[in-house]
């Protein structure tokens, strides 16, 4: 074992003792990148599934109270989280929201930008999602996603600077462009 592999795995093994951290520690760039987009892939079929369990046993209305509830604490973690892995503090405004929701594990599967970008404003585009589009190929309805949107980004907006208010353009169940699935945006005021 070279001087190089015997650090990497002494870092990887010291970041929480977790093995599984440890054997990545060996891999190149391009096997981590296809690691990150499978991890991904894989949190986004749970989370359809088990959507899909709360609705075949709750109903529709039920599920989508409790993914509510369930978005309304994961995206503060999930944006505390990238907010400490970027180094970032709180109240960094619009620059530090653009940067944040690049590195939402959303970003990883979906087609997004930001467009009309100012220190105080931003809007934030879904050009292509997963959940939806599959839903397409399959002659499904549009999920309709808009009252889960609403506290999910704006918790994660409010996460990254409490200023920050969050407004739906549009999101399912509302008409869109074909062009977009929705449409958020963001302002400090």
Not at 14 to 26: A, H, I, M, R, Y
Not at 27 to 38: A, F, G, H, R, Y
Not at 106 to 133: G, H, K, P, T, W
Not at 149 to 165: L, N, S, W
């Amino acid at each position: 074992m070279s001087d190089i592999d015997r650090e990497c795995c002494s870092v990887a093994s010291t970041v929480n003792g977790d093995e599984g951290v440890t054997l990545l520690s060996g891999l190149s760039k391009e096997e981590l990148i296809t690691i990150i987009v499978d991890d991904a892939k894989n949190w986004l079929a749970h989370d359809g599934l088990w959507f899909q369990a709360m609705e075949k046993r709750y109903g529709i209305d039920e599920a989508i109270a409790a993914d509510i509830e369930a978005w309304r604490h994961f995206t503060v973690i999930e944006a505390k989280r990238i907010m400490e892995r970027l180094g970032m503090q709180t109240g960094g405004g619009i620059p530090a929201l653009v940067e944040s929701l690049k590195h939402r594990l959303y970003a990883r599967l979906n087609l997004q930008d930001m467009i009309e970008q100012s220190d105080n404003r931003v809007v934030f585009r879904m050009l292509d999602c997963r959940v939806q589009s599959a839903r397409r190929r399959k002659g499904l309805p549009d999920f309709p996603c808009k009252e889960v949107g609403k506290v999910e980004y704006a918790e994660f907006a409010r996460t990254i600077d409490p200023r920050i208010q969050t407004r739906c353009i549009a999101c399912p169940p509302d008409a869109h462009p074909d062009v977009l699935w929705c449409a958020w945006e963001f302002v400090v005021e």
